[in-house]
């Protein structure tokens, strides 16, 4: 891989891992937590990884409502939907409720993907990490990239359902899944992974959408399973 964009850097644990797997590849990653993008900009001294704080969403240049845990730096979201019905607020029988507490709204500069791709070119790889916002970000994507992956989390699968429909529409049918699946559920078409969203860990095969049958991995009300879904 030449070029990747880490959409929801966070602390760059993913990027790190691609730099690991692919020495001389390029890395445009986005942060829209303040915080995390000045941290970044502190301890980044490798000259391929390129850190940019915006929001990105299915539209430019606007500002944006953004959330932050202020005692999880792994969690933070622009999705209110989220913040209302995910294992985070309503809890599961691994999480207990409100886990996850949120700070007052602060505003992002947004930017699309489409922008991204014409001020740095169209990446081997596009992975989108944003707590429940992934449907917004792919909806800033209005032509067919390469290869891209996104966090899942079943109690979304209706936000699900309409990423497939949209990455359908731009000439994506290839789909793969990879993730944490609770006891007893496993499933032949998703690939197991311990880690849950382990980064640049492929699922071992690829269907077409309606042979994936995702919907047989999915308990809308029981907020566990999820990891990394794929489509190329």
Request: net charge negative.
């Given at each position: 891989?030449?070029?990747?964009?880490?959409?929801?850097?966070?602390?760059?644990?993913?990027?790190?891992?691609?730099?690991?797997?692919?020495?001389?590849?390029?890395?445009?990653?986005?942060?829209?937590?303040?915080?995390?993008?000045?941290?970044?900009?502190?301890?980044?001294?490798?000259?391929?990884l390129l850190v940019l704080n915006y929001l990105v969403s299915n539209k430019d240049n606007e500002k944006l409502d953004?959330?932050?845990?202020?005692?999880?730096?792994?969690?933070?979201?622009?999705?209110?939907?989220?913040?209302?019905?995910?294992?985070?607020?309503?809890?599961?029988?691994?999480?207990?409720?409100?886990?996850?507490?949120?700070?007052?709204?602060?505003?992002?500069?947004?930017?699309?993907?489409?922008?991204?791709?014409?001020?740095?070119?169209?990446?081997?790889?596009?992975?989108?990490?944003?707590?429940?916002?992934?449907?917004?970000?792919?909806?800033?994507?209005?032509?067919?990239?390469?290869?891209?992956?996104?966090?899942?989390?079943?109690?979304?699968?209706?936000?699900?359902?309409?990423?497939?429909?949209?990455?359908?529409?731009?000439?994506?049918?290839?789909?793969?899944?990879?993730?944490?699946?609770?006891?007893?559920?496993?499933?032949?078409?998703?690939?197991?992974?311990?880690?849950?969203?382990?980064?640049?860990?492929?699922?071992?095969?690829?269907?077409?959408?309606?042979?994936?049958?995702?919907?047989?991995?999915?308990?809308?009300?029981?907020r566990i399973n999820y990891g990394m879904f794929f489509a190329k």
């Amino acid at each position: 891989m030449n070029l990747i964009f880490d959409i929801g850097y966070n602390v760059g644990e993913f990027s790190q891992t691609c730099f690991i797997k692919h020495p001389n590849c390029k890395v445009i990653a986005v942060e829209a937590n303040p915080s995390l993008y000045e941290i970044s900009q502190k301890n980044n001294q490798n000259n391929n990884l390129l850190v940019l704080n915006y929001l990105v969403s299915n539209k430019d240049n606007e500002k944006l409502d953004f959330f932050v845990s202020p005692y999880a730096t792994g969690v933070s979201t622009a999705s209110l939907e989220f913040m209302e019905n995910s294992r985070f607020t309503k809890g599961s029988k691994n999480l207990p409720e409100k886990s996850i507490k949120w700070s007052e709204p602060i505003k992002i500069n947004t930017i699309t993907i489409d922008t991204l791709i014409e001020n740095h070119g169209s990446p081997d790889l596009i992975k989108i990490d944003v707590e429940g916002y992934e449907y917004n970000v792919l909806l800033g994507l209005t032509k067919k990239a390469k290869h891209i992956c996104f966090e899942w989390h079943e109690e979304e699968y209706e936000n699900l359902c309409k990423i497939l429909d949209h990455l359908e529409n731009l000439g994506y049918n290839e789909f793969g899944v990879i993730g944490w699946f609770d006891e007893g559920d496993i499933f032949e078409k998703a690939t197991f992974s311990d880690k849950g969203d382990p980064y640049l860990e492929y699922p071992k095969e690829f269907f077409n959408r309606k042979d994936l049958e995702i919907e047989k991995l999915i308990n809308s009300e029981r907020r566990i399973n999820y990891g990394m879904f794929f489509a190329k």
